[in-house]
């Protein structure tokens, strides 16, 4: 048998194979399908009535509603009570109502573990390839096929390794690498393979760390993202509760074999700076001194890849004991009502407030486009994935993407700031 990668192994798996070779077609079995208000039962549910079907496994189904909470007009209002009354109507098991973004929701609750292979009704799915799990997102007819026969067909990828040598300096975190990627190989440059990070610096980074890296997946055109899972991940799992399976703990089942790397791309963290991508693309990344103290208008903390626990900790770091500038906007919402909690507990979330944020609810929001956005012609420093022209404001809205340490200090100064100036 040849040496398989991770993503092989999951699929393999799924397959009910012993292996898998690159390009070839196979029918996986599905363990978990995630689908939000947006996404799922006002399209899922039309469809099924007219096939005359019915749910395969509805204790494999994951329902969140994320996009359109709270209700801001009528419109959004429609939107969630289809996805309640659907809900109850098929007595879902698992429904995270107003609970925060889904990519962050899912693994709390214990759905995402090593050795799953998994979709969502989403573009940042490849999050649960953080925990040693196959995820990728699919559209509303896929996910059709998926909730009714509980299969999917998958053409095999290839794996891309992302290595990372080093360790992270201070103030430059998981989503400095990301965006130095993008910017190397741009929003196309997985071409739909699987990227598995590796190296030393990814086993240093924490679960929310990890899952940034696999969440961004998406912004560098990759079907999936995944971290072969290790101690760092199942000490996460305890913690939150996850009950062991039998043969769960051993990571090397779940660990690509040498000389299974399609392709390798090598990088040194210690020789990374901050990173900061321009309007209006992920991909228009550059190290942050090319567009020091630009001036910004509003800074934002929010979004599955930028709001994390980990994420509020990064900002409250910058900005304990002191104000943001005169004339700036502050905004920070929680990835999830469990990390608001926990930041709440510890205090982050009072150095954060203390120093001028508006809180606001644990949902998508401006990152999807919905609800609040922001003004004509203002320049936004954004912990998000994306900043498209129209999507998070008015065409003339100036999105720039950086960490949560990068926005904090940017706010800080009112204007893009260099987070190591501030932290030293």
Request: aromatic share 6%; charged share 20%; with cysteine.
């Amino acid at each position: 048998m040849t040496a398989q990668s991770l993503a092989q192994k999951l699929i393999a798996r799924a397959a009910g194979q012993a292996s898998v070779r690159f390009g070839e077609i196979v029918t996986c079995r599905v363990d978990l399908a995630m689908f939000h208000d947006s996404s799922g039962p006002r399209r899922l549910k039309p469809m099924l009535e007219e096939l005359g079907a019915t749910i395969w496994d509805k204790s494999r189904v994951v329902l969140v509603m994320d996009h359109y909470v709270p209700e801001r007009d009528e419109a959004a209002r429609r939107i969630v009570r289809i996805a309640r009354d659907w809900a109850r109507e098929q007595q879902l098991p698992h429904v995270y109502d107003s609970q925060g973004i889904c990519h962050v929701v899912v693994p709390q609750h214990g759905h995402i573990r090593p050795g799953l292979f998994c979709v969502g009704g989403d573009s940042h799915s490849p999050t649960g390839g953080a925990f040693g799990a196959y995820m990728f997102g699919i559209g509303s007819t896929e996910m059709l096929g998926v909730v009714v026969t509980g299969e999917i067909w998958l053409r095999v990828p290839q794996t891309i390794a992302m290595h990372w040598s080093g360790r992270l300096a201070a103030g430059v975190c998981a989503k400095d690498m990301m965006l130095s990627m993008i910017a190397r190989f741009g929003m196309n440059g997985a071409d739909y393979q699987a990227v598995e990070f590796t190296g030393d610096a990814v086993r240093a980074l924490s679960m929310q760390e990890r899952m940034t890296l696999c969440n961004m997946s998406a912004e560098l055109g990759a079907q999936t993202g995944l971290v072969a899972p290790d101690d760092v991940t199942w000490q996460w799992l305890r913690e939150t509760g996850v009950a062991p399976l039998p043969g769960d703990g051993d990571a090397m089942d779940w660990a690509s074999d040498p000389g299974s790397f399609d392709v390798q791309h090598d990088f040194d963290a210690a020789a990374l700076s901050p990173q900061l991508a321009a309007p209006h693309s992920p991909a228009h990344g550059v190290p942050l001194a090319a567009h020091a103290d630009t001036r910004i208008d509003v800074a934002y903390i929010g979004a599955c890849t930028g709001a994390k626990l980990d994420d509020l900790r990064f900002a409250a770091q910058v900005l304990k004991g002191r104000r943001v500038a005169s004339g700036v906007q502050f905004l920070v919402a929680p990835a999830s009502l469990k990390d608001r909690a926990q930041a709440e507990a510890e205090g982050t979330m009072q150095i954060l407030t203390d120093a001028g944020a508006v809180v606001l609810p644990s949902a998508c929001g401006a990152c999807a486009g919905y609800g609040d956005s922001f003004g004509e012609g203002q320049t936004v420093i954004s912990s998000t994935a994306r900043n498209f022209k129209g999507r998070m404001g008015p065409p003339s809205t100036q999105v720039y993407l950086g960490s949560a340490y990068t926005v904090a200090a940017s706010a800080l100064r009112g204007r893009i700031t260099d987070p190591r100036e501030v932290l030293a």
